[in-house]
């Protein structure tokens, strides 16, 4: 009788202190692709300072199948025909998932207090909140958002200050706007740091072709500055104008 299982030998670290979270990944990947796996587990420092000594390895977990030594959980994804994410690329996917985060919220916040989906309030709601979130991101690590600030923003690079003041900035505009509070602070703070935004990212992208990344999201990211940083600013600027022609001051 023949049979189609197939096999696979997984080498992970298991030990008392640490569970290797890539090779529960592996393990995982594995039996998802329909292998039946010979589990080992390295249960001590010898035990895998021995196995990566024998095979000429610098990490665990190891996957062979056959007489082949496959690698790793990236070379398995390979391996199994699977996408492997590339650290160096450029992705929308951060402020993707930030703005349906925050439109989502703004709408649920608009159906428990107004009793609908959709308002004018929802969108202020959706723009204060995605303000917010946005200067938390630069406020994890304001070091590396100045540094990435610094290669375009205009005021910035005339006062090296700027780029440790505007995740603050932001965030306080944003919080006043989801109140509706301190208008006169909140509305012209929007629309300074909006409008030197707008230029400054137009200026890099579309006049001087810069190729650069975008600290919007903060200093840890490959989000390619262009579209996403503008509309960030942008957004402000309308926000602030918005609300500064409902309370009537135009």
């Known amino acids: ?15 008392s202190k640490h569970q290797c979270p890539y090779g529960r990944k592996t393990l995982h990947l594995l039996h998802q692709a329909g292998y039946e796996v010979d589990d080992h587990h390295l249960n001590s420092r010898e035990e895998i300072d021995e196995f990566k000594a024998k095979h000429d390895v610098k990490t665990t977990p190891q996957v062979f199948i056959g ?3 496959i690698g790793g959980y990236e070379e398995v994804r390979k391996h199994l025909g699977k996408p492997v994410r590339d ?3 450029t992705s929308y996917r951060p402020v993707a998932a930030l703005f349906a985060m925050t439109a989502l919220t703004a709408l649920a916040l608009n159906m428990g207090v107004n009793g609908s989906w959709l308002s004018v309030q929802a969108v202020e709601w959706f723009i204060a909140l995605s303000m917010v979130v946005l200067a938390l991101l630069k406020l994890q ?6 540094t990435m600030f610094l290669n375009y923003d205009l005021v910035a690079r ?3 200050p700027y780029g440790y003041v505007y995740p603050y900035a932001e965030g306080l505009a944003g919080v006043l706007m989801v109140g509706g509070l301190l208008n ?3 509305i012209p703070l929007a629309l300074f740091i909006g409008t030197v935004g707008a230029v400054s990212v137009f200026k890099a992208v579309y006049v001087d072709k810069r190729e650069l990344k975008c600290a919007c999201v903060g200093g840890a990211n490959n ?28």
């Open 223 to 250: 989000v390619p500055l262009g579209f996403v940083s503008l509309t960030e600013n942008l957004m402000m600027i309308g926000m602030a104008l918005w609300m500064w022609y409902a309370h009537g001051w135009f």
């Open 158 to 160: 005339r006062w090296v």
């Open 1 to 15: 009788m023949t049979t189609n299982t197939k096999h696979a030998t997984l080498y992970r670290m298991m030990t």
């Open 184 to 186: 006169w602070l909140s």
């Open 87 to 89: 650290p160096d690329a």
């Open 141 to 146: 690590d304001v070091e590396s958002f100045s």
């Open 67 to 69: 007489d082949q030594r």
